[in-house]
């Protein structure tokens, strides 16, 4: 076990660099890995208590060293994983990150070496509780799973579609990548009221070694939910942005569904029927997917009616698969006609957020922001809190402490944290080789790109990660497992965040 963490790709060599020492030192050193020459000695800044991994370390901030090349951080015998100090350390990641998006697609034949593999979940569904069959195929698998969801799905294309819009160098493949889920969301719409089917999936979880296509099952719609329905219209009216040609085939869905939910205001939360149980994606609060929505509309209509809903809903801040506040914000930031009292107010609101993040950074030595709460997809938590700090910056005022955060969260999960753990599958020296993802179980490699869970202790019914992990500290209960759902799982709105991330950041 590593106790000197680094980022195990690297560090520009103009960025800020530091490393964290889980041991009692004061010196630190920089070894070149081609002679094992040192090329720089430093002092370590004095020991501070980390609650998340209950240990005391001391910083190691080597920023002022910029020589090229491949090093390892040493104290005494003790080693870091190599990294690199460079123009570009982290060639391919951003790349890799966008293609995970291409492989979990459904419906179409796959063609990616080992993965490859026919097309999937094309027979049309049935509509829970009727005889009623409807096509639906198409989008992305959820997850380490084969659901489709439509809540986490409208949550991806906005994280994508926003790091196309708000990169200083936007991959321009990101708009056709993120089309493909679009054109399924399209089809879970209901001709008839314009409210949106919750998710499409088999009733139950099937084996873990099963390929797509050998899932046979009869695919199940479940109910409409006024969640989906507002995350719908609020993703439909943000894509319309971005693809012209498609603008009134997109409004026209984002209406339809906003009309429904007006319509529908008490419609009951999602949970699974008894007989189906895969992913829910039931929240409890649909008030901020209606304020994202309303904000999207108003951003890609300048209508009115959707300012009133604005300016008589509270505020909402937050981003998860059940939390779409700050995606309202980010759109009423960019609205033409926005109220200027109004949106001050919204500034200064994800402003008080980003101050909440930042004050825990400050205190965090390995440049995290979760205090010790590490819940099932804590890397979502981290590349949100980064997220949250860049569109701030980005879309109210330039703060280059922010970016900063934000660049440091980035190499917590790229290996810089207690167990020198990367979590993102193929990059780094330690990074996840047994992902909870189906296609990778059954050709048992680990397709390469995708962003796991990361540690997660408050899920007792995950056995394997209970037991292994037992009695470590939150950051530190993670285990590399297949069987371990709720540490080492995937899943399309955790590649989404990181990559939004990333594109912002220009890596
Ligand atoms: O990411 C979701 C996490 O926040 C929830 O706590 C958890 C339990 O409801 O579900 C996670 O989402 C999973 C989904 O339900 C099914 N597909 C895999 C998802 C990632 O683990
Ligand atoms: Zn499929």
């Known amino acids: 076990m590593k106790k000197i963490h680094v980022n195990q790709l690297g560090y520009h060599g103009s960025d800020v660099k530091k490393a964290v020492i889980a041991l009692d030192s004061d010196a630190f050193e920089i070894v070149r890995v081609s002679d094992n020459t040192i090329a720089f000695s430093g002092a370590t800044a004095e020991a501070v208590y980390d609650e998340a991994s209950a240990e005391n370390v001391c910083v190691a901030d080597f920023s ?13 015998t003790e080693r870091s994983f190599p990294f690199v100090i460079g123009e570009n350390p982290y060639i391919g990641l951003r790349s890799a990150l966008l293609e995970m998006f291409n492989y979990q697609k459904c419906g179409v034949a796959i063609d990616k070496g080992i993965w490859s593999h026919p097309a999937c979940h094309y027979s049309p569904a049935t509509i829970y509780g009727t005889g009623e ?19 986490p799905a409208a949550m991806a294309v906005a994280d994508l579609l926003l790091a196309y819009e708000l990169s200083p160098n936007p991959a321009p493949e990101i708009l056709d990548v993120t089309w493909f889920e679009i054109e399924w969301m399209l089809k879970m719409q209901c001709e008839k009221t314009g409210g949106v089917y919750h998710k499409v999936s088999c009733r139950i979880f099937n084996a873990m070694d099963e390929l797509p296509q050998d899932e046979k099952d009869e695919l199940i719609i479940c109910p409409i939910t006024l969640t989906a329905t507002a995350d719908f219209a609020a993703a439909m009216a943000l894509a319309s942005r971005f693809y012209p040609v498609k603008k009134a085939v997109l409004m026209d869905a984002a209406k339809r569904a906003w009309d429904w939910c007006e319509q529908n205001p008490d419609a009951p939360n999602f949970v699974n029927p008894p007989d189906i149980g895969t992913g829910a994606y039931g929240d409890t609060i649909s008030k901020d997917e209606i304020f994202w929505a309303a904000c999207e509309l108003f951003a890609a ?8 809903v604005i300016k008589q809903s509270e505020i909402y801040v937050g981003l998860g698969w059940a939390d779409m506040g700050t995606f309202g914000i980010a759109a009423y930031l960019s609205a033409a006609s926005a ?21 825990k950074f400050r205190n965090e030595p390995y440049g995290t922001s979760l205090g010790t709460t590490y819940r099932w997809g804590s890397n979502l938590d981290i590349a949100n809190n980064a997220m949250t700090l860049l569109l701030y910056s980005k879309l109210a005022e330039k703060n280059p402490e922010y970016e900063n955060a934000a660049r440091e969260h980035m190499h917590y999960i790229l290996g810089r944290n207690p167990l020198s753990q990367s979590y993102i599958t193929d990059f780094g020296s330690l990074a996840p080789k047994n992902p909870h993802h ?5 050709v048992d490699a680990a397709f390469p790109g ?8 408050t899920t007792p019914r995950d056995t394997v990660l209970q037991l292994h992990c037992e009695g470590n500290p939150p950051s530190k209960f993670y285990i590399d497992n297949q069987e371990s759902f709720a540490a080492n799982e995937i899943a399309i709105y955790w590649n989404s965040a990181v990559y939004f991330v990333v594109s912002l950041l220009d890596i």
Not at 64 to 73: A, H, N
Not at 438 to 442: K, M
Request: charged residues 25%; hydrophobic residues 30%; negative net charge.
């Open 438 to 442: 189906r296609p990778s179980i059954a």
């Open 450 to 457: 995708m962003v796991v869970g990361g540690p997660n202790p």
């Open 133 to 151: 069959k409807k096509d639906v195929s198409g989008g992305w698998h959820d997850a380490g799973d084969y659901g489709r969801y439509i809540v």
């Open 64 to 76: 002022g060293f910029s020589e090229e090349g491949t090093f390892v951080i040493s104290v005494g």
């Open 301 to 308: 209509t300048g209508d009115e009616k959707y300012h009133d």
């Open 339 to 359: 109220d200027p009292a109004l949106l001050t107010e919204m500034k200064n609101t994800l402003h008080s957020v980003c101050e909440e993040i930042i004050q």
